[in-house]
């Protein structure tokens, strides 16, 4: 993922207050100055405009709070991605970004890194840590497949863990 550089006279345009940008200074006709800055983006993360070009709004969070260019991935610790408070962004991997992942849409077991398995007619338990998969093994129980999966998940990912 290719992020931008945020542009330092950001911070004459922006304030933020309480995980929201305001306008403090006219970039366009159209802004009012105290207004909240940014829309929602289809990917669901919040976007403002400046100078023609997007930036999200959680990496101008970070930039005016910290006042430092933000690393190359945040973290939304509460995986809402339109909550920028301060306190729920971190700096994270690519790995652990997705550690915090929500259980997938397709989940059919309802226990994120357990699927059902057909053939042997038992749950499979398996996830993946630092881009390699761990088999936990196959489990007659659905609620012994979900422990094994949680117990290895909060040992691998630490303050990273989502169990779903």
Not at 37 to 44: E, K, Y
Not at 52 to 72: A, T
Request: hydrophobic share 30%; proline share 4%; net charge positive.
């Amino acid at each position: 993922m290719k992020v931008s550089k945020i542009p330092e006279d950001i911070r004459d345009y922006l304030h933020y207050e309480t995980g929201e940008l305001y306008w403090t200074k006219k970039p366009s006709k159209q802004v009012k100055i105290g207004d909240e800055a940014g829309c929602i983006h289809p990917t669901g993360y919040k976007q403002v405009k400046f100078r023609g070009k997007s930036y999200r709004v959680h990496r101008v969070v970070w930039f005016l709070v910290k006042d430092e260019q933000p690393p190359e991935v945040l973290d939304h610790i509460n995986n809402d991605k339109l909550d920028n408070r301060i306190e729920n962004l971190r700096e994270a991997s690519i790995s652990q970004n997705g550690f915090n992942a929500k259980i997938p849409k397709n989940n059919t077991s309802g226990v994120k890194g357990v699927s059902w398995h057909k053939q042997s007619n038992k749950w499979l338990a398996r996830l993946h840590s630092y881009n390699k998969p761990i088999n936990l093994g196959s489990f007659t129980d659905l609620e012994d497949a979900a422990n094994a999966v949680r117990e290895t998940r909060q040992k691998l990912h630490g303050k990273y863990t989502n169990h779903g």
